[in-house]
């Protein structure tokens, strides 16, 4: 698969702690541009406090989040944004952001980080097609000058509504979803569901897509069409995908790179041949018991 460029996200010696428990401990990995890096561990590994680190919802107790738009030469000015302070640097070849320093609003709207939740977060009253309007709500916003230019039926604010309403609708045709576009999201199947919510996720023009369990629930056959979803994306379109994920047929079919957690530290990482084959996955998996530990690790070769 090897979809590898220069690095969109670095997580540097990142750290959570909520009292006495550390529930990540010193986690340094990064994304490449353009490819699917899977989060993986057994439950409780600290998978979900990672991407609440990244996504603003957690401010890390120590480490550096930081994220790339544009060209690979920006990451030249890491050193000197982490010493000044400040949350990010624009310039004319891209920006760099410290997401660690960022409140989840501006990971979203500034860095352009999106995120999709293990329990589906549809607005099921609304249309599917209204959805993904939803997610344009800012640029909408901006255009009507706060409501007052589009009260007035200024051309910019039609125009930017037009534009709002293609975006969406070619979305929804990616996703297979046109046919359903002013039916009740509430009233989509579970599986088409999952696959509004990364659609409405794709509306804000992500630099990285952070899925958690994009794959809960769905049988074979959906989550074969999620993968084919998924790769479509990293191969046309400008983004990069990092998912938690426990279905192993989704994580070993489409990842490029994959990363385990096991009660917050990192005990693998690589591609998916080497993490399959890996003695110590193997064992965080069968949820080896501690006094088990070195019986395992002897029968392995460890």
């Not at 501006?106 to 860095?111: C, G, M």
């Not at 549809?122 to 230019?149: D, I, K, R």
């Not at 929804?172 to 576009?181: N, V």
Request: charged residues 25%.
């Amino acid at each position: 698969m090897a979809r590898e460029g220069s690095p969109v996200l670095r997580v540097e010696h990142l750290t959570m702690r909520f009292g006495g428990l550390v529930a990540v401990d010193d986690l340094s990995f990064e994304v490449q541009s353009g490819a699917i890096t899977a989060l993986i561990g057994p439950n409780g590994a600290g998978k979900t406090t990672v991407f609440n680190c990244i996504t603003g919802f957690y401010k890390p107790t120590e480490g550096r989040i930081a994220l790339r738009r544009g060209a690979p030469a920006v990451w030249s000015a890491l050193e000197g944004l982490t010493d000044s302070g400040k949350r990010g640097l624009v310039r004319p070849d891209g920006a760099l952001f410290l997401l660690e320093r960022m409140p989840d609003y501006l990971v979203a709207q500034q860095a352009r980080v999106a995120r999709t939740f293990q329990n589906i977060r549809l607005f099921s009253g609304m249309t599917v097609l209204e959805n993904l309007l939803v997610a344009q709500h800012n640029p909408l916003m901006l255009a009507s000058g706060y409501t007052l230019l589009g009260i007035l039926g200024f051309p910019s604010y039609a125009s930017a509504e037009r534009a709002a309403l293609d975006k969406a609708r070619s979305w929804l045709d990616r996703f297979g979803l046109i046919d359903r576009a002013d039916d009740p999201a509430g009233e989509l199947p579970y599986g088409a569901q999952r696959r509004l919510e990364v659609a409405r996720a794709m509306c804000t023009d992500p630099v990285l897509l952070c899925l958690d369990e994009p794959a809960a629930g769905l049988n074979p056959r959906e989550s074969a069409e999620l993968n084919e979803i998924l790769l479509r994306i990293c191969d046309e379109c400008d983004i990069s995908i990092l998912l938690i994920e426990h279905d192993m047929s989704v994580v070993m079919n489409i990842s490029d790179h994959i990363v385990v957690l096991d009660y917050g530290v990192k005990i693998a990482g690589g591609a998916p041949d080497e993490v399959r084959n890996d003695a110590k996955v193997i064992a965080a998996y069968l949820g080896v018991a501690d006094e088990e530990v070195a019986q395992v690790e002897a029968s392995v070769g460890l």
